[in-house]
T-cell receptor, first 113, second 114 residues
Framework: GESVGLHLPTLSVQEGDNSIINCAYSNSASDYFIWYKQESGKGPQFIIDIRSNMDKRQGQRVTVLLNKTVKHLSLQIAATQPGDSAVYFC????????????FGAGTQVVVTP | DAGITQSPRHKVTETGTPVTLRCHQTENHRYMYWYRQDPGHGLRLIHYSYGVKDTDKGEVSDGYSVSRSKTEDFLLTLESATSSQTSVYFCAIGGLAGVGNEQFFGPGTRLTVL
C-alpha cells in the first residue's frame, strides 16, 4: 500500500545551524500530517502538525511546510541545539480513518558541536 | 507522557507463553492505540480502541488481541508469544475531535521473547 517515507535516514547538523528534515508521502487522500520527535528510550513526542488546507505552520523554533503538488512534507528546526538530537518521524492520517496514523521509518538527527 | 503509563516497562518471556501489556491513561481520552516499533520501521499500528469495548484491528494485528473494559485501561495480549513479537510496544491516546489527530505516546514496553 501507499506509505510515508523519508529522503534521508541520517542528518548531521552543526549546532546553531538550521535543520531540514524531509518526508515524501504518496497518498493524495491524506489530510493531516504530524511530526514527532523520539529520544532514545522514550516514546515519540508531538512536535507540530499541519492540515492539508495549509502550506505552512510555525511553532517554537520549528516550521512545517507542506507541498501538496509534489506530496512533500518538511520540518525545519531553527538554530539546532544538542537537545534536538533524536529520531524524527512524519506521520499521515489518511482521512478516511480518524486517528489511524501511518508513520515513516524515521530520520536520525545528530547535532555536532 | 500526557498521563499515560505502561506496565511492565521491560519483560523477558519464552516462546509460547501468554503475555499481557497494560496501558493506563488519566486523560479520559476516548481513543487509545497500541503500536510496535522495530529497527528500520516506524511505528506500526496493532490495534486501536474508539471506546469501551469498541476495538478494531490495525495493520499488524495477527497474534495480538486487545480488551478495553474501562476508559482508562487498554490491554494488549499475546496469546502465545513468538520471537517475531520481540519489539518495543507503545500505547498512545488520541486527540480531541475537532482539535487535531495528534496522538500522545506512553514510555513504551520492551518485550523480549526467547
Amino acid at each position: 500500500g501507499e506509505s510515508v517515507g523519508l529522503h534521508l535516514p541520517t542528518l548531521s547538523v552543526q549546532e546553531g545551524d538550521n535543520s531540514i528534515i524531509n518526508c515524501a508521502y504518496s497518498n493524495s487522500a491524506s489530510d493531516y500530517f504530524i511530526w514527532y520527535k523520539q529520544e532514545s528510550g522514550k516514546g515519540p513526542q508531538f512536535i507540530i502538525d499541519i492540515r492539508s488546507n495549509m502550506d505552512k505552520r510555525q511553532g517554537q523554533r520549528v516550521t512545517v511546510l507542506l507541498n501538496k503538488t509534489v506530496k512533500h512534507l518538511s520540518l525545519q528546526i531553527a538554530a539546532t541545539q544538542p537537545g534536538d538530537s533524536a529520531v524524527y518521524f512524519c506521520a499521515e492520517n489518511l482521512g478516511d480513518s480518524w486517528g489511524k496514523l501511518q508513520f515513516g521509518a524515521g530520520t536520525q538527527v545528530v547535532v555536532t558541536p | 507522557d500526557a498521563g499515560i503509563t505502561q506496565s511492565p516497562r521491560h519483560k523477558v518471556t519464552e516462546t509460547g507463553t501468554p503475555v499481557t501489556l497494560r496501558c493506563h491513561q488519566t486523560e479520559n481520552h476516548r481513543y487509545m492505540y497500541w503500536y510496535r516499533q522495530d529497527p528500520g520501521h516506524g511505528l506500526r499500528l496493532i490495534h486501536y480502541s474508539y471506546g469501551v469495548k469498541d476495538t478494531d484491528k490495525g495493520e499488524v494485528s495477527d497474534g495480538y488481541s486487545v480488551s478495553r473494559s474501562k476508559t482508562e485501561d487498554f490491554l494488549l495480549t499475546l496469546e502465545s508469544a513468538t520471537s517475531s513479537q520481540t519489539s518495543v510496544y507503545f500505547c498512545a491516546i488520541g486527540g480531541l475531535a475537532g482539535v487535531g489527530n495528534e496522538q500522545f505516546f506512553g514510555p513504551g514496553t520492551r518485550l523480549t521473547v526467547l
